[in-house]
């Protein structure tokens, strides 16, 4: 329990938060994946879906929940990752038959903001609002991100714009 | 499969089945205990109103004490520059007047339209601070401050001068850098401004760029390649010196010399740290430790002396706020990060506003602005440090949602992030 918090007694979830988590974990958990690995990223995404619970009445009434708790995973991943062996990037997959090759080492090389704008909006189909909301950034600075990711990988597998 | 986008979904598929989805009785269960105990902050109930002349006397305490707290930031003729804005009443609410002049009388009042102020440099004989309103491409105002004390407002006729990145004042001569064009603008008056013409001697350096300066040698390096091109007329021509290995991370200068932090050519996910004399000839120091991943968007590195230095790592205005503060003592070879956002939150939740928390350094003395105190951080406020480790409070959030940047007036390093 944590310094300056009550417990006040049990509760089942409120199908407000239940509601919330439906819509919310599958970006949460993607968003923080392939920001710091798929491990930790999943992790993270537990950990504060777990935060904004405990804190629900003050989470629910912000503006942008789900992107306070991208911010609440991300500083959990970041004590995670002091704590224990670092999972940073996706995990190995290159042998899985579906994958291209060099497709893991390219997103590993772009920036944190990048990986994540390329692998929401290009990998998941979100959009880019959808992600800004998440990132607490603009739509547009999302669409510049995933542009730039895009190009840093065409230019590492060295295909040609295709889209 | 030809199409990069259905790589990419092929690829996010298999990434998918490897980061599970979380279940809700997970969550529940497992991590609260096994009980869905909901944690309530308790109520503050009040017996009896105070009465209208108390509240009245603690009102006028509380704005004798605010525009007393404004004077602290003064910090000498190249001091430090802090303007704040608040969303909800889009007024100003303090500022440092670095360059010498009243700071009460600094202070911007009338005509200030709202948005967010974004620094572009303070000097001996000038302080222009740009007015970015939300949602704006580019500002379209400068603020200065007139040897009157009073600032005013000036609109600026190229649009493109006015950079995103900030800028300093170099050679009576205000420098600002514009990331989006890649271009480089200076100005006499922060009015009318001047593109610099490098004609072919333009260094083709891809963003994030870094620039860092000694007397009138100025570099500039970046792009995956490790380019690096060195100006010794303080920025009127540059020669490509000899690429790094590896990506440019960052780049600064220790007033006799450069280092750079770069990545290392033999092994992934390592940095190397090199030095040089000139920014020509350089040497190669060894790994760098404690920094964590090479991913970071550093913003800065702000020296305090020859050897200790601050690396920022931080998103921008407008971007969320990741990241921390890495200090050095050694020059830059062994790296230790000071937990600055848990810090500045006593271990609560981070912060989500733009703009949480910045630093700069002047004078042997680095400033840490952490704001927004309407998301109730314990150590809101501004702090200064002389060693990155134990801090003071020079300053607090004076009102909810505070956001800025602070300034210096000759950096030591200027760099630009995307």
């Not at chain 1, 049990?10 to 407000?16: H, I, K, N």
């Not at chain 1, 993270?44 to 929940?65: F, I, K, T």
């Amino acid at each position: 329990m944590r310094a300056g918090s009550v417990a006040v007694g049990s509760e089942a979830p409120s199908e407000t938060f239940t509601e919330f988590f439906r819509e919310t974990e599958p970006r949460l958990r993607r968003a923080l994946a392939a920001a710091v690995g798929g491990e930790a990223g999943r992790e993270a995404a537990a950990e504060a879906l777990a935060y904004g619970w405990e804190h629900w009445d003050r989470v629910r009434s912000m503006g942008n929940p789900a992107g306070y708790l991208y911010r609440v995973g991300r500083s959990r991943a970041r004590r995670l990752r002091r704590a224990g062996p670092e999972v940073l990037v996706p995990p190995r997959v290159a042998e899985e038959p579906w994958c291209e090759p060099g497709l893991r080492g390219a997103l590993e090389r772009l920036s944190e903001r990048q990986r994540v704008a390329v692998m929401l909006v290009h990998g998941f189909g979100y959009t880019t609002t959808e992600v800004g909301d998440l990132l607490g950034v603009e739509g547009g600075t999302v669409h510049k991100h995933a542009a730039r990711g895009l190009a840093k990988i065409r230019a590492a597998l060295g295909v040609v714009a295709d889209d | 499969m030809t199409d990069l986008r259905q790589r990419l979904e092929s690829f996010c598929e298999g990434f998918d089945g490897a980061a599970p989805p979380v279940r809700i009785d997970e969550v529940f269960e497992e991590r609260l205990g096994g009980e869905a105990v909901r944690l309530v902050q308790p109520r503050l109930r009040v017996r009896r109103p105070l009465p209208g002349w108390a509240v009245a006397v603690i009102a006028a305490v509380l704005v004798v004490v605010m525009a007393t707290i404004g004077f602290l930031f003064a910090r000498g003729s190249d001091g430090f520059l802090f303007v704040a804005a608040t969303p909800e009443t889009t007024e100003p609410v303090l500022l440092d007047a670095g360059s010498g002049f009243d700071a009460a009388a600094a202070l911007i009042t009338d005509d200030w339209p709202g948005g967010y102020p974004e620094r572009l440099g303070n000097g001996t004989w000038i302080t222009v601070v740009s007015d970015w309103q939300a949602g704006a491409v580019t500002p379209t105002t400068v603020w200065i401050l007139e040897e009157t004390g009073r600032w005013t407002p000036h609109e600026v006729a190229e649009l493109r001068a006015v950079p995103l990145d900030g800028g300093y004042v170099r050679g009576g001569l205000l420098w600002a850098w514009v990331f989006h064009t890649s271009e480089v603008w200076n100005s006499a008056d922060g009015v009318t401004w001047r593109l610099v013409d490098w004609g072919s001697a333009a260094p083709p350096v891809e963003p994030p760029r870094r620039l860092a300066r000694t007397g009138e040698t100025i570099l500039m390096g970046g792009g995956d390649g490790g380019a690096l091109y060195v100006s010794s007329d303080a920025g009127r021509s540059f020669t490509a010196s000899t690429p790094f290995p590896g990506t440019l991370r960052h780049l600064w200068s220790t007033g006799e010399g450069f280092r750079a932090i770069v990545d290392s050519a033999d092994a992934a996910g390592t940095i190397d740290l090199w030095r040089s004399g000139d920014g020509m000839g350089w040497e190669e120091m060894g790994r760098v430790s404690g920094l964590g991943d090479a991913n970071l968007s550093w913003r800065s590195a702000l020296s305090i002396s020859s050897e200790a230095l601050l690396l920022s790592d931080l998103d921008g205005p407008g971007s969320a706020c990741d990241g921390d503060v890495y200090r050095s003592v050694d020059g830059g070879r062994i790296w230790q990060a000071l937990d600055i956002v848990e810090w500045l939150t006593d271990g609560g939740p981070p912060f989500l506003q733009p703009a949480c928390w910045s630093v700069a350094s002047a004078d042997g003395e680095w400033m840490l602005v952490g704001g927004y105190a309407a998301w109730g951080p314990p150590r809101a406020g501004v702090w200064g440090s002389r060693n990155g480790v134990d801090w003071y409070r020079i300053g607090s959030a004076l009102a909810p949602h505070i956001g800025g940047n602070p300034a210096v007036g000759d950096p030591t390093a200027v760099t630009s992030e995307p």
